[in-house]
């Protein structure tokens, strides 16, 4: 069984920093790209950041320059260190993987449960 599980969520205050986590588990043989993606109350999921296998990012607009999207292959874990936060950055963030489970030739998407980011004063 194949699960995502994110971690390091919680209340921080504007301009303050936070560390997510992000752990695939089970039986997996690979996992190409990996990536984090939040939805705010009333809006729709939205990508932060992406990273390939070989370390290649891609970052949102609102987020270049205060987010950095690193991997520890591994550990098959990817992380999204946060730093001058925003109220605009509340929301959940959700993992993302595309990986191949052992014994399967297809790679296919996963999804963390997500994990809360509040960002206020």
């Known amino acids: 069984q194949v699960q995502l599980v994110e971690s390091g969520g919680g209340l921080v205050q504007p301009g303050g920093s936070l560390r997510l986590s992000c752990a695939a588990s089970g039986s997996i043989s690979g996992i190409s790209d990996m990536g984090w993606y939040r939805q705010a109350p009333g809006k729709q999921r939205e990508l932060v950041a992406t990273?390939?296998?070989?370390?290649?990012?891609n970052y949102a607009d609102s987020v270049k320059g205060r987010f950095t999207i690193s991997r520890d292959n591994a550990k098959n874990t990817v992380y999204l260190q946060m730093n001058s936060l925003k109220p605009e950055d509340t929301a959940v963030y959700y993992c993302n993987a595309h990986l191949r489970p052992r014994g399967s030739i297809w790679y296919s998407d996963y999804w963390g449960q997500g994990t809360q980011v509040t960002v206020s004063s």
């Open positions: 990273i390939t296998s070989g370390g290649t990012t």
